[in-house]
């Protein structure tokens, strides 16, 4: 484990006792994560009389649709699956396969909150007929595509589309493909060994009732699992770009990006794909929250500064646990800001330091800089304006990564004696000087050329 400094470790504590305190909370466990690694933990409170540690369970709720979500995500990777799919082309029968793969992941297909019947969270649950025969029409309750409205249901119906998918459970899938390459050994969905007791605290006395928690069946992928300390780092870091064999890098930052804002309040939070979203202290963070009757949990990541954080509590509320490791990943980028990766020289690939340098789109002037790995990078001279990180196709093309041009294809055009003349970016001819009379600007050049 990373070591921090004793006045950052005693400045996270202090965060976590006051939570614990102010909180109520039976036991309060969170860490800090850095680079990949576990860097910082530290508990209040008592599991079966004794101090949490990094092993103890906690029931770790919707952050079970992430990793579910990154199944899906794998089986988009393969080919399996197109997330513009709609759910009736590999889980037919419901009443809402018109919606796609993606609105089910990002919370936007309007489907229904919670399952109908018995709150599925207090209650054991039925098999996947038992929930799609409860599922008609009227559980739609807003049009696909329209608002982001959190829907538990969307994530029993994915856990079903993994199990047709892979031919077997969704649990399984989730520990064949996520938890055992991470090393989260001791992710369950029924927990073993050291684990927290549920409980509600009385809102005006310090007594406490054991809740309930049952196998959610066939509602199991919207919060079923079980974790700890460990486990979560691993997935933490996971988030932020430690991805292993499990995802692609790019898939990961994909997951991250904002498909929908929350419109129910500040325009502080949003939903990716599986992924929840928070603007906090400056910071864009990435990661889940997850409650059940009796825990709280979250895992937010930084991506920017690699600084990851999270919580556990065995308390069904009155812990602020998103702010708690909101709070813990400022404090450790502020106590101890995470130094810049060193620069070194590094090759560039040939036929690339020709491309570098200033371009004009009209008037404005851009460089074009070379980046690691054969990767450009396009932006105003000013500094304001429409940037872009291009990757290679090959043959003279790039793809570009980010900002407005997200998607589109850059293409170098060259003279016949092998010199790049312009570059063709989604329409716009970009010229070594303004207006270039030797590239094919759209709506031609005047033929009197400049004037004072």
């Known amino acids: 484990m990373a070591v921090m400094l004793p006045t950052t470790e005693h400045a996270l504590l202090r965060r976590v006792a006051t939570e614990q305190s102010t909180g109520r909370a039976p036991s309060l466990v969170a860490a800090v994560i850095r680079d990949g690694e576990l860097a910082w933990w530290g508990a209040r409170g008592e599991v079966a009389g004794a101090r949490p540690d990094t092993g103890t369970l906690y029931r770790i709720g919707s952050i079970t649709k992430s990793l579910v979500a990154v199944v899906v995500l794998r089986l988009r990777d393969e080919g399996r699956l197109a997330?513009?799919?709609?759910?009736?082309?590999?889980v037919p029968g419901t009443a809402f396969g018109e919606l796609t793969i993606a609105q089910l992941l990002s919370h936007t297909g309007g489907l229904t909150s919670e399952s109908p019947g018995s709150w599925w969270e207090r209650?054991?649950?039925?098999?996947?007929?038992?929930?799609?025969?409860?599922?008609?029409?009227?559980?739609?309750?807003?049009?696909?595509g329209r608002r982001f409205h959190y829907s538990n249901v969307g994530y029993g119906v994915l856990g079903e589309l993994v199990a047709r998918l892979r031919g077997t459970s969704w649990?399984?899938?989730?520990?064949?493909?996520?938890l055992a390459p991470l090393g989260m050994h001791r992710t369950t969905d029924r927990p073993t060994g050291a684990h927290a007791q549920g409980f509600a605290v009385h809102p005006f006395a310090d007594v406490v009732l054991?809740?309930?928690?049952?196998?959610?069946?066939?509602?199991?992928?919207?919060?079923?699992l079980w974790s700890c300390v460990d486990d979560l780092a691993a997935f933490t870091a996971f988030v932020g770009g430690d991805t292993g064999e499990v995802l692609h890098p790019d898939t990961v930052a994909e997951m991250r990006e904002a498909a929908m804002i929350d419109d129910s309040g500040p325009w502080s939070a949003g939903y990716g794909l599986g992924l929840q979203l928070?603007?906090?202290?400056?910071?864009?963070?990435?990661?889940?929250?997850?409650?059940?009757?009796?825990?709280?949990?979250?895992?937010?990541?930084?991506?920017?500064?690699?600084?990851?954080?999270l919580a556990l509590a065995n308390a069904t509320g009155g812990v602020g646990i998103l702010s708690l490791v909101a709070d813990l990943v400022a404090t450790a980028d502020e106590q101890e800001p995470p130094l810049p990766a060193e620069w070194r020289p590094t090759p560039v690939p040939d036929g690339l330091l020709e491309l570098t340098g200033l371009w004009h789109w009209g008037p404005a002037p851009h460089h074009l800089r070379v980046l690691p790995n054969g990767w450009l990078d396009l932006r105003p001279a000013t500094g304001a304006g429409r940037a872009s990180r291009f990757r290679p196709l090959g043959e003279d093309r790039w793809l570009g990564l980010d900002g407005y041009y997200s998607g589109e294809t850059l293409t170098v055009h060259r003279d016949t004696d092998g010199t790049p003349q312009y570059l063709d970016l989604a329409t716009f001819i970009f010229t070594r000087t303004p207006y270039d009379p030797a590239a094919p600007v759209p709506g031609g050049v005047d033929d009197g050329g400049w004037r004072g």
């Open 83 to 90: 997330l513009s799919d709609p759910l009736d082309t590999h």
């Open 171 to 178: 649990l399984d899938a989730v520990r064949t493909e996520v």
């Open 278 to 309: 928070a603007r906090v202290h400056g910071k864009r963070l990435a990661g889940h929250t997850g409650s059940m009757p009796g825990f709280l949990a979250t895992t937010m990541t930084d991506p920017a500064t690699g600084t990851g954080a």
């Open 210 to 224: 054991p809740e309930p928690a049952h196998d959610a069946g066939a509602m199991a992928p919207a919060g079923q």
């Open 123 to 144: 209650s054991p649950g039925g098999d996947w007929d038992d929930l799609n025969g409860d599922l008609g029409r009227e559980e739609v309750k807003h049009r696909p």
